[in-house]
């Protein structure tokens, strides 16, 4: 099984005037100092191979972005997605001394801005042999409950408040697509394989960036394992397909305490939890087989565990998976700001009642929390109309000015939540020893270096870094790299190629 | 599916399970693991606020991604 992980980070930085550097400059800045840095030949304009194997370059969305070397476990993803937080942060760190007109550079792992209300995400691929047609009735109820390891924060459709366990879950609004770029459907179908071995690749685009190594190497963990089955015939997905996939995907992520329910084919209403020990019962009953991989029982062990422990509830967690850390987080802060949970729930109530009423009324122009502050005529009756409900609630108007500002504040702790410096939450609260994410054995240090051992990823790892240090122009992309200078290329379509073989190069046609 | 299997299949949380975090309550086993995290958490999100968020959400602004 060959896998890997891709993060789109956040990028901003302010001058020493403390004005915002244009986001085009500032991305034109970090690639130029990471092909300076980095020292790499290629001839590349948009993003490089590093020598551990991994492609760091610029998505077609403008973020920089990490793809990860092809895997052969998820700890070794989990390892690389690290490294190439570490890899970014140190770019990001040295570029002031480049540009000292800029004063602070804010790397972060968060995948929204709410002011925009635009997503981005953390995409995984895994390579497998099931026949392309046969993977929606298998996958969507394990994605669709998988939404449990998500990494929290705020529905983004929400004008007040709404607490989530995924953000990307609410931006998903088919199952599956071809398209990429402009489609956002839980794993895309476009099966463009990267190697030519006749095996496929499935990219899954539901999941956001996680901190957490639990969740991260349950991600990846379970996802692969759900495939290993269904490549040896083994038909989970029937037994618990759900009526309505993406509505109970969105259902499950908006209840921390994992008790929403969803109707499957069979008219039964399953939990998230209830349809992922589904997947786990189906793996274990398969373990010791010997096409699952060597740590398919370390996997199951944490699976089990980390589903315990969200059946006895959140707190449980709360030191371990994402969504549950970030929201105690937010509780603490609302708690010192003498704001109570459980006025999110009337606030997002009252401003979504409102907000509709502005939509039915004004089609051009957004909805803005400052048209209640301002009184606007066009909701007026609306707010009168709504504050007997408000005050039941131990609310009132006068409060929402308050709530704004408590709110803004609560979207920039998700954006720091995820921060790569040492004064990101997650980073702060791990040198802390108060969390409980760790999985043993996850060498990042090494994983900045060196490619891993067992995929095609060690050759690109050590043919980039010898051509670069002997100066020679080359091109590269996941399945091929050519060496301008001598008009040779190296053949990599097989992911587990071992052979270093060149020959003669017919044209340079690759653009990486 | 008819109007009732739909009408099932909405949300449906008890109405009796606790909307806000438990972190803040006290757990036999946990309450000192509990302080140091609430401890530690205070201290991070002092270092990490900017004291102006409206400014830093509209300096962190991003173009959309996949």
């Known amino acids: 099984m060959v896998m890997g992980g891709e993060t789109e980070y956040a990028i901003s930085a302010r001058d020493t005037q403390g004005t915002i550097v244009d986001q085009l400059t500032l991305l034109a800045r970090f690639l130029d100092h990471a092909k300076r840095t980095l020292g790499q030949t290629s001839t590349a304009d948009r993003g490089r191979f590093l020598p551990n194997g991994g492609l760091l370059y610029l998505d077609s969305g403008l973020h920089m972005e990490w793809a990860t070397p092809e895997c052969t476990s998820p700890f070794d993803v989990v390892r690389f997605l690290k490294a190439g937080d570490r890899i970014i942060q140190d770019l990001a760190s040295s570029m002031t001394c480049r540009w000292p007109d800029m004063s602070e550079i804010f790397c972060s792992r968060s995948n929204v801005d709410y002011l925009s209300k635009t997503l981005w995400a953390a995409h995984e691929s895994y390579m497998h042999e099931i026949a392309p047609g046969a993977l929606p009735a298998e996958l969507v109820p394990f994605l669709a409950s998988r939404v449990i390891l998500g990494a929290g924060g705020w529905d983004y459709r929400s004008p007040a408040l709404r607490f989530t366990l995924s953000p990307r879950a609410h931006f998903i609004t088919q199952v599956t697509d071809r398209d990429s770029q402009h489609s956002r459907p839980l794993f895309h179908t476009k099966d463009e394989p990267l190697s030519r071995t006749g095996s496929h690749r499935?990219?899954?685009?539901?999941s956001e960036t996680l901190c957490s190594d639990v969740a991260n190497v349950l991600r990846f963990g379970t996802t692969a394992l759900v495939l290993a089955l269904v490549e040896r015939g083994v038909r989970p997905g029937r037994e618990v397909g759900l009526i309505s996939?993406?509505?109970?995907?969105h259902r499950f992520a908006?209840?921390?305490?994992?008790?929403?329910?969803?109707?499957?084919?069979?008219?039964?209403?399953?939990?998230?939890?209830?349809?992922?020990?589904?997947?786990?019962?189906?793996?274990?009953?398969?373990?010791?087989?010997?096409?699952?991989?060597?740590?398919?029982?370390?996997?199951?062990?944490?699976?089990?565990a980390t589903l315990d422990d969200l059946e006895r509830g959140s707190s449980r967690v709360d030191a371990t998976l994402d969504w549950a850390i970030k929201r105690r987080l937010f509780s603490r802060r609302l708690g010192s700001r003498g704001i109570e949970w459980t006025t999110l729930r009337t606030w997002d109530t009252a401003l979504t009642r409102l907000e509709h009423v502005w939509n039915a009324a004004n089609r051009d122009q957004?909805?803005?929390?400052?048209?209640?502050?301002?009184n606007d005529p066009t909701l007026t009756p609306e707010i009168r109309r709504l504050t007997p409900f408000v005050e039941s609630q131990g609310v009132s108007w006068s409060q929402l000015p308050e709530f704004i500002t408590a709110r803004d504040e609560l979207f920039e702790l998700d954006a720091r939540y995820g921060g790569l410096d040492s004064r990101g939450l997650f980073n702060a609260l791990d040198a802390s020893g108060t969390l409980r994410h760790q999985v043993p054995g996850l060498d990042v240090t090494n994983a900045v270096t060196s490619p891993p051992p067992d995929t095609r990823a060690r050759i690109r790892g050590d043919v980039v870094q010898r051509l670069s240090r002997a100066g020679t122009k080359y091109a590269a992309d996941w399945i091929k790299i050519c060496d301008l200078d001598h008009r040779r290329e190296l053949d990599l379509a097989n992911p587990f190629e071992t052979q270093e073989e060149w020959r003669e190069m017919p044209a340079p046609v690759l653009t990486r | 599916m008819t109007t009732r299997?739909?009408?099932?299949?909405?949300?449906?949380?008890?109405p009796r399970t606790p909307i806000e975090p438990e972190a803040d309550r006290p757990r036999e086993g946990f309450r000192e693991a509990g302080d140091a995290f609430l401890d530690a958490a205070d201290d991070a999100i002092e270092q990490a606020l900017s004291r102006d968020a409206r400014t830093f959400l509209l300096q962190n602004r991003q173009m959309g991604g996949q």
């Open chain 1, 202 to 206: 499935l990219h899954v685009a539901c």
């Open chain 1, 245 to 249: 996939p993406i509505a109970a995907l």
């Open chain 1, 254 to 304: 908006l209840d921390p305490e994992c008790r929403a329910r969803a109707v499957i084919a069979t008219r039964q209403r399953l939990t998230a939890l209830e349809i992922q020990r589904h997947y786990l019962s189906s793996v274990e009953r398969n373990l010791g087989e010997s096409d699952l991989p060597d740590w398919a029982e370390r996997i199951c062990v944490l699976w089990k």
């Open chain 1, 366 to 374: 957004p909805f803005e929390l400052r048209l209640v502050l301002e």
């Open chain 2, 5 to 14: 299997e739909r009408h099932r299949d909405r949300v449906e949380i008890n």
